[in-house]
Every structure is written in structure tokens, then in C-alpha cells.
């Protein structure tokens, strides 16, 4: 296997997944750290987005984290982070979507909203689809605490990295994990204690002050602008 480089930048929860799916898959590979705040203009021309994470594999250049996680899946393929029936590899897809459509960008429009009123109405939306992820998605954890009982998933990689950014919304919008939501704190402290996870975070107070800048309404950077218009 040709040397496989990723692009990113420790303060991003997407391109902690991918650092995640690296470390699980014990894969070999160089890390490129960027500023994203000072983005080299070599990293413009090969991140049609300008966003982190980008894999490089030989002459390849790949991006978005989904893309990224199940290509390091499929070309490693022992041990691996999706469950072998087509349905349920549908089934994890689908809980992938809906972490990027119902949570994280939740996540941020309730950090960037700056109208009081605006914001309640997105943290209920928020609780309500906590408890849907806690009822509907979480019900395979009777076996163990992962998405697929003890073993872990491309999907337990997706959501985690914003629930670790959790207390964000609870230091600056006083939204707090619903306490009723037991298999997701479970599953989130089951997480936490995993090596590949323990190597890619960073604590709570690294992530407040990370986040500042959305808090307050004057994060100008490519992730504030796209959770601004979606």
C-alpha cells in the first residue's frame, strides 16, 4: 500500500472520524496538521471545499469524511468498521446520514443563532432528535455499548466527535445531554476509554474556547459559513 497522508487540523470534529478510522484500522500514514485560519494555498487547490479532512493515497486525493472512512475501510478489510450484510451496511449509512443532517448541524445553528427565541426552538429540535438517536438508533447496545452491540462502527465513529464537543453547547447555550438519554451517555463513555479515540481528542476547555468565536457570531470560517445556509 502506497503511503496515505491525511490533511487536518486537530481542532475539527470531522477530521477527528477520519483520525479515528486510521487508528482502528492501524493504518500506517503521515498527518498533515493545517491552520485553518491560514489555510496554505497549496491546501485550496486540492480541497475543492476547503475543508478538512483530505486523504491523500498515492496519486489520489479524497475528501469528506464518510468518503474517506469507507474507502480506509474497504481497502483494509480486515477487521471491518461496517457489519457484512447489505442491508445492515445500508442501515449504518443511513444513521450516518442521520448524524449529519439532525445532529451536527444542529450543532452549529445553535451556536452561530444569535436570537434568543431562535435558539430555544433549536435546542428542542435538538433534544428531539437526541431522544429519537436514544429510542430509534441505540438498539443494538443490550449486547455491549456500541451502535452494533461490542462491535465498534463507522456509524460510532461519525457521531462521536460532536458529542464530545458537547459541553460547548452547554458552557455557551446551557444545552445539556438530556439525562434520560442513558444508552447515549453509555455509549459516549464507552468511547472515550477507546485508545484511537483517547489519541485524537482534546479536553472540554480546548473545545469552549475553540468554539468562541461561533458562540458569538463572529466565526467567519468555511464550516460556520455552510451550517449558516443549510
Keep these: 500500500m502506497s503511503q496515505i497522508q491525511l490533511i487536518s487540523s486537530a481542532v475539527c470534529p470531522f477530521a477527528q472520524r477520519s483520525r479515528i478510522v486510521l487508528a482502528e484500522k492501524r493504518i500506517d500514514f503521515g498527518l498533515i496538521e493545517i491552520n485553518l485560519h ?3 494555498k497549496w491546501f485550496e487547490k486540492i480541497s475543492p471545499y476547503s475543508k478538512v479532512p483530505v486523504l491523500l493515497h498515492g496519486d489520489a486525493v479524497i475528501y469528506e469524511s464518510s468518503v474517506i472512512n469507507e474507502y480506509l475501510d474497504e481497502i483494509t478489510p480486515s477487521h471491518s468498521l461496517l ?3 447489505p442491508l445492515e451496511r445500508a442501515g449504518a449509512r443511513i444513521w450516518i446520514d442521520f448524524d449529519n443532517t439532525k445532529i451536527t448541524p444542529i450543532f452549529y445553528k445553535v451556536l452561530l443563532c444569535q436570537d434568543e427565541i431562535v435558539q430555544e426552538q433549536l435546542k428542542k429540535q435538538m433534544i428531539e432528535n437526541l431522544h429519537f ?3 430509534e438508533g441505540f438498539s ?4 455491549g455499548p456500541f451502535w452494533f452491540g461490542r462491535s465498534l462502527s463507522l456509524v460510532d465513529i461519525a457521531l462521536y466527535p460532536h458529542f464530545e464537543r458537547f459541553e460547548v453547547l452547554a458552557h455557551y447555550r446551557s444545552l445539556e445531554l438530556p439525562t434520560d438519554c442513558k444508552k447515549i451517555r453509555t455509549w459516549l463513555n464507552a468511547m472515550k476509554e477507546l485508545p484511537s479515540v483517547r489519541q485524537t481528542a482534546n479536553d472540554d476547555a480546548y473545545h469552549i474556547a475553540a468554539y468562541e468565536t461561533y458562540a ?3 466565526a467567519s ?3 460556520a459559513k455552510d451550517m449558516q445556509m443549510a
Design 83 to 85: 457489519p457484512p450484510s
Design 221 to 223: 470560517g468555511t464550516t
Design 38 to 40: 491560514q489555510k496554505p
Design 133 to 135: 438517536l436514544e429510542h
Design 140 to 143: 443494538n447496545t443490550d449486547s
Design 216 to 218: 458569538y457570531g463572529t
